[in-house]
């Protein structure tokens, strides 16, 4: 993978405050990239400074192999879609989507042709005559973008682009920007806050918290391997049970987990890496099964069982949630369930059997 | 909710005490009798006419719009650059100084004029319609300025940096986007610098030159009884002109806050 964007222990403070620390991170042509992160983590700010809006206060961002100091926002080769579009009031659609366009000097039909095909490629055909105040959210975003890619930018940077939109909506454009980037080829930096969107359309997502990278992986690895109960809390949903390592030898890491006994696991489960100590476990809701009369524990002879009491339920038609309190553990732990049809749900302050594997717990030392 | 009785008449008087005098201008200014009194006695538009036969006050008229269309174009030019910095910008002791250069708008005007007029005569400048139009840019700026902020904090700041990051100089971005965003605003702030400057008298009574301004003229013109009745016709045409100038000048604010999809957050109408 060829890096596009090199970020070098980019730095950036606000007086006294501290936005950004040492942020090191390596974007491929072409990627999906995301960054995540809640509120006021800096990744914004770290968009902001390899869009040109702000100067890194130490570090270097480098863009296509070239050192961006000094180099303002209307000359680096990206090209950025705001959180509120902004999409000019007093322009038409077309007007807006070919204001880049301004000091290039092709003649004006191939401008125009230019401007039709951008907003072809949006599903716009036919808007460009349109005054730009009087579109829909959805109809903003998809102008923002043309005219953010008419361009043909290196990078194309989205500044939490979906917020405004309602869910439907924005499901639908997670869609769209996804089967977008594919088309386009071209690298597209994503900020958001939410998890399900970045999860959904990245290739790799950095998590940020509190202006450094928690955590740069695949969604998957993300999901399934979180380096910090930190990034595991922000990313779904994960039961935590504390737990006490007592030996690690080779490959394989022995611990003891509150209510549930000794486990031997596998030291990839602790990407964090292992020592000897106090830590804790966790388990994704799915990870953990309730089950019905006649069900054992699992093939492989690794899963276990535990019995507890079903402390609360959630319905959600395809899935239903249970809060479920394990014998001898003081707080229960949230299990998920596909609804299948002719499986009774169960039900508040019933007894169930609840089977767990090892093999799908992560360890946090 | 429902107010009383007492509310509505307090409502009635007070609407009575503020417009009862401006209604009888032009009662008097078509009133056949070089008298203001009632009874009326006849209807003339002789006191109209008689405007048109007076040089002295041509020479007014023409020193009160040359000052009015100066102070209202270096009030809106002023008021736009603190505006845009007051809005788009952080730097130190900004609150003090946006608050000095607020301050005339609550300072008497008096003691405004008596100053200036220290301050000029002391350095040794002539007082002429450049003394006057200095005063009154002094006061029209923080209307301007109050006008623009609003025009300034309607526009989303991303608009600027989108234009700017679509290859746009900051320059062109100012003239491509900025601009005819605010100009509705700039349009409402030339206007309204245009309406006080022109009524403006106190400033204007000291700060004046050897060639009086419109309001000093008809001061000066109320010495003699039988000129009141054409002063009135005069004073009927200012009310119409003034009305009709903040009327547009608050339909282009309005337009302006439309067209940006901003939220009225109140003007001077």
């Given amino acids: ?365 | 909710m429902r107010g009383g009785t007492g509310f509505r008449v307090y409502a009635i008087v007070y609407l009575v005490f503020l417009y009862a005098p401006i209604f009888l201008l032009p009662l008097f200014a078509f009133n056949d009798s070089t008298i203001i009194a009632f009874p009326l006695s006849g209807f003339t538009t002789n006191w109209f006419k008689e405007l048109a036969t007076i040089p002295a006050l041509h020479g007014a008229v023409q020193t009160s719009l040359i000052i009015a269309v100066t102070t209202s174009i270096l009030a809106t030019c002023l008021g736009t650059f603190a505006a845009r910095a007051a809005t788009r910008y952080d730097f130190p002791g900004k609150g003090p100084v946006m608050g000095f250069i607020m301050l005339p708008l609550v300072l008497p005007e008096i003691i405004v004029a008596v100053s200036l007029l220290v301050v000029l005569l002391g350095i040794g400048i002539q007082l002429s319609a450049w003394t006057v139009i200095l005063g009154h840019v002094l006061i029209c700026t923080p209307f301007a300025i109050a006008i623009l902020n609003s025009a300034f904090q309607s526009l989303d700041k991303s608009l600027e940096e989108a234009a700017y990051d679509l290859g746009e100089t900051r320059w062109s971005t100012f003239w491509l986007v900025t601009f005819p965003l605010i100009m509705p605003g700039i349009i409402s702030s030339l206007l309204i610098s245009f309406t006080i400057s022109l009524d403006e008298f106190i400033i204007a009574f000291f700060l004046t030159g050897t060639e009086p301004t419109l309001p000093v003229y008809i001061w000066s013109q109320l010495r003699f009884p039988t000129k009141l009745p054409s002063i009135m016709a005069l004073g009927t045409i200012l009310v119409a002109l003034s009305i009709t100038l903040l009327m547009i000048a608050e339909y282009f604010r309005r337009k302006g806050i439309r067209k940006t999809g901003g939220k009225d957050t109140g003007g001077f109408l």
């Avoid at chain 1, 040492?22 to 995301?34: V, W």
């Avoid at chain 1, 490629?121 to 808007?127: I, P, R, S």
């Fill in chain 1, 1 to 365: 993978m060829k890096p596009i964007i090199e970020l070098r222990d980019v730095e950036k403070y606000y007086g006294d405050f501290q936005a950004l620390s040492g942020i090191t991170a390596d974007i491929g042509e072409g990627e999906f990239f995301s960054l995540l992160g809640p509120s006021g983590c800096g990744k914004t700010t770290l968009l902001r400074c390899i869009a040109g809006f702000e100067d890194v206060s130490g570090g270097s961002v480098r863009i296509d192999g070239k050192d961006m100091e000094g180099v303002p926002a209307n000359k680096r080769p990206t090209n950025m879609v705001f959180q509120s579009y902004a999409i000019f009031p007093h322009l038409t659609v077309a007007e807006n989507v070919g204001f880049g366009l301004r000091r290039d000097s092709r003649p004006k039909p191939e401008k125009a042709a230019a401007v039709a095909e951008a907003l072809a490629m949006v599903g716009l055909t036919g808007f460009g005559e349109r005054a730009a105040h009087a579109l829909s959210g959805g109809q903003r975003q998809r102008v923002a973008l043309a005219r953010a890619l008419i361009l043909k930018p290196r990078v194309l940077l989205l500044d939490e682009p979906l917020s405004a939109l309602d869910k439907k909506l924005r499901e639908q454009m997670q869609g769209e920007l996804r089967r977008l980037q594919r088309q386009v080829g071209i690298t597209f930096i994503l900020v958001t806050h939410d998890q399900e969107e970045a999860l959904i359309m990245s290739d790799r997502i950095a998590v940020m918290f509190d202006g450094e990278i928690s955590q740069l992986a695949t969604p998957q690895q993300l999901y399934r391997r979180p380096v910090s109960r930190q990034v595991a809390d922000f990313i779904g949903v994960m039961n935590f049970l504390p737990a006490a390592v007592s030996a690690v030898n080779g490959g394989m890491v022995a611990c003891e987990v509150a209510g549930l006994g000794r486990v031997e696991i596998d030291a990839e489960q602790c990407p964090a890496g292992a020592k000897a100590g106090e830590g804790s476990v966790g388990f994704r809701p799915e990870t953990l099964t309730m089950l019905y009369e006649g069900e054992t524990a699992g093939e492989g002879g690794r899963g276990r069982v535990a019995e507890g009491t079903v402390a609360e339920v959630n319905y959600f038609g395809d899935m239903t949630y249970y809060d479920v309190r394990l014998d001898g553990i003081e707080q229960p732990l949230t299990i998920s369930m596909r609804n299948v049809v002719g499986r009774k749900v169960f039900e508040h302050g019933e007894r169930a059997q609840v089977a767990w594997d090892p093999g799908a717990l992560v360890l946090f030392c």
